[in-house]
Nanobody, 115 residues
């Protein structure tokens, strides 16, 4: 079993930055995938960024050049640095981990971009 604890969400003005963190605990394989998804009101949950245990990354087109995903394997923690935020980035952000053939989700953290 894997537990995910997210932090770092909040209210930010357009053009601002936030950094999300997600600490994973439990049985995690050295080969795993960590990611961030987001879900805006009345919309489906979409992938924002993904990073493998080999540090291969991929991003949604809407966040390329603005968001950076990274990880600290010693701490089993994944980060999402979000810059140049705009109101369209407002959503609940969910941490995701795939390990040992199973998927796990965090509880979600709200990010609101508004003046």
């Amino acid at each position: 079993q894997v537990q995910l604890v997210e932090s770092g969400g909040g209210l930010v003005q357009p053009g601002g930055s936030l950094r999300l963190s997600c600490a994973a605990s439990g049985s995690i394989s050295s080969r795993n995938v960590m990611a961030w998804h987001r879900q805006a009101p009345a919309k489906q949950r979409d992938l924002v960024a993904i990073i493998t245990s080999g540090d291969v990354t991929n991003y949604a087109d809407s966040v390329k050049g603005r968001f950076t995903i990274s990880r600290d394997n010693a701490k089993n923690t994944v980060y999402l640095q979000m810059n140049s935020l705009n109101p369209e980035d407002t959503a609940v952000y969910y941490c995701y981990v795939q390990t040992w053939g199973r998927e796990y989700w965090g509880q979600g953290t709200q990010v609101t971009v508004s003046s």
